[in-house]
């Protein structure tokens, strides 16, 4: 049996941070969720897949009843048609509307309405059994775990988990689920929404999250798209992302040692060129590709390498490159200066202060270095844990997050304060 599984969709979302250009050129629609729910139709139906599987959040919010509607609707058609079932749960986003386009859409198969588990079984083309397990949100808020009310029991035949919820979160108001409780149900995979980024699922019992099915902004890089799992005759399982998106996020790290100012923008088209040559070998590939530049590296050229870029700012500039567009979207110079930090720190001025720290940061782990981190760790984890940035997935920073984030910060300072200090004399 082969199945293609599909994380949030967010139907009536479009994509932000795409420049003017691109959207004239290719239409800001045909990089948004309902460009990649056709792409994995088409996908679809070229395998062809036995069914497809939506893990919540299909709509972004119910004043997209409409929009939804028209985009779910052709989709359904085409794989119905086609001998290929849609089963899907609610997540917190369409808690309302999924069961009205439902109720319209009658060979769309709703799961667990109301809060209450419910199983369908499928059989696939070549006699293969299973059965899908799903739950769906039967409000917007569910602060307690779906895990809790009552499981189905195992079967004879392989179980799939299909699940909308914040895992190892005990505080979300989106259905808390703790790993270990996914672990202990008996199912050969679990198949989870809400969480934008992907998981790295893999056999022989994958658990975790889809991811949204195409990055929406620069919060959701690296490649998007539907999961196609297989079973085999023997109950073996294989699962293997297929990256449909059409819309690819990327961080382009660019080194400006050595390099004088006015060669600057010929290193970004090498890195703009060296990525299509990449995204070239992929077997699906997006049709636009956003891309933040990090300039790196150790130059004497700091305060004119960013004259230069403001001067022509690489955000302003869309190229082509063979059938696909790439523009950037953000830059940022984090190069360190071309100076002695170690002469520099002797000092009593706030550079010497500023060199002091970076010297901090960037040696050897000691209980100066940690008592630094520390300072800034619980105020940076605060965005990680605002509501806002929860679906994104981010993580806590680490040690390394927060040194290069601190390094970052105070080399800006210190270019700041040694150009002040030239002026000065």
Known sequence: MKLLCVGDIHLGRQPSRIPPAVDDAVGIAA??????????????????????????????????????YRDLRAGVERLTAAGIRVLGVAGNHDVQVLPRLAKALPAFELLGAGGQWETRELQGREGGRARIAGWSFPQARVSESPLESGFPEPVDCPTLGLLHCDRDQARSPHA??????LEAAPVEAWLLGHIHRPDALAAPRPMGYLGSLTGMDPGEPGRHGPWQLELAANGALAIQQV??????????????????????????????????????????????????????????????????????????????LGDRLYFVHDWRLEAQPAVDLEALATGNDPAALLARKLLLLQGADSEARRALLDAAREPLAEVTRAPHYRALGREAPDDTALAATLEAAALHALDRLLLQREGDQ
């Open 176 to 181: 808390p689920v703790r790993s270990s409780a």
């Open 243 to 320: 990256p449909l998106a059409p819309l690819y996020w990327d961080t382009l790290e660019i080194p400006v040692d050595g390099l004088d100012a006015t060669d600057i923008h010929h290193r970004v088209t090498e890195a703009l060129e060296r990525l299509h040559a990449e995204i070239e070998q992929w077997p699906q590939r997006p049709l636009a590709v956003g891309c933040r530049l990090r300039f790196t590296g150790r130059s004497d050229q700091r305060p004119a390498l960013e004259r230069v870029l403001r001067a022509d700012d690489p955000r302003a500039t869309v190229q082509t």
């Open 31 to 68: 990089l948004g969720p309902a460009a990649a729910w056709r792409r994995s139709i088409d996908y679809a139906l070229e395998q062809p897949v036995d069914a497809v599987l939506l893990a919540g959040d299909v709509v972004e919010q119910e004043d997209d009843f409409f929009e939804a």
